[in-house]
């Protein structure tokens, strides 16, 4: 009996809501050597049927299809013969977060058909930071220094590295017990941990006190991989 395989893979497993996942489904006749070629069925819902794009070999409910597909309606895979479809989806805020793509096929050789599936998930990622900071102490004046605390927070749902702290009208900090200097740079903030920062030295300056408040501004970026 003629028998075919499929393969799906996703251009990364944790992308953003609005990032493009390119998807490549791969299609091959596992059929023994010497043995018949496979066409698919005409039917579109059972020919080539991915769970967002709909019908590869037809017009794409979602997402775009690439150049670089080879398979077609009319496709003839000999034994050991393989064709591909590629097409790129963006990822909206009504996806799940476990996005599970599945992909199935119907091939023929005479009376005789042949059936694959299978599937990939991505994992839907959400970074994000929280940063607060406020100001220790009571009354200053230009010229005063003022003592702020603050801290970083990864709110989101996946790790975050190459965080760097930054505070331009700051001179020092105290993390962990030991000084740093602005900028600095956390390594890795894995979601739901801190990093407190104590003793953030300002000197008030007409700068920035505007009104009667002093202003300091404390942020923090970062990436988070793979994408």
């Known amino acids: 009996t003629p028998t075919v395989a499929i393969a799906k893979t996703a ?14 489904v791969t299609v091959t006749n596992t059929t023994w050597t010497g043995g018949p070629a496979l066409t698919f069925v005409t039917d579109p819902a059972t020919r080539l049927f991915d769970s967002i794009a709909g019908d590869l070999l037809g017009t794409l ?9 080879t398979c077609t309606p009319s496709t003839s895979l000999a034994p050991g013969g393989s064709c591909s479809v590629t097409y790129s989806y963006a990822i909206t805020a009504g996806d799940p977060d476990q996005h599970v793509n599945a992909v199935s096929t119907l091939m023929r050789a005479a009376s005789y058909q042949a059936s694959a599936s299978t599937s990939v998930q991505v994992d839907v990622a959400h970074p994000d930071l929280l940063v607060t900071t406020q100001c220790i102490g009571g009354t200053i004046k230009i010229g ?3 003592i702020f605390d603050g ?5 989101g749902d996946v790790s975050l590295t190459g965080v760097t702290v930054s505070d331009p009208g700051a001179t020092s900090a105290t993390v962990a017990g030991s000084s740093v200097t602005f900028p600095f740079v956390i390594a890795l903030l894995p979601p739901g941990s801190s990093v407190v920062l104590q003793d953030i030295t300002v000197v008030a300056t007409s700068e ?7 202003r300091n501004t404390l942020t923090a970026t970062a990436t988070f991989g793979p994408v």
């Open 11 to 24: 251009s990364t497993p944790t992308p953003v809501v609005g990032q493009t996942v390119t998807y490549v």
């Open 61 to 69: 409910a979602r997402g775009t299809r690439s150049g670089a597909s």
């Open 144 to 146: 005063d220094t003022a």
């Open 151 to 155: 801290s970083v927070t990864n709110t």
């Open 208 to 214: 920035n006190i505007i009104g009667s408040q002093l």
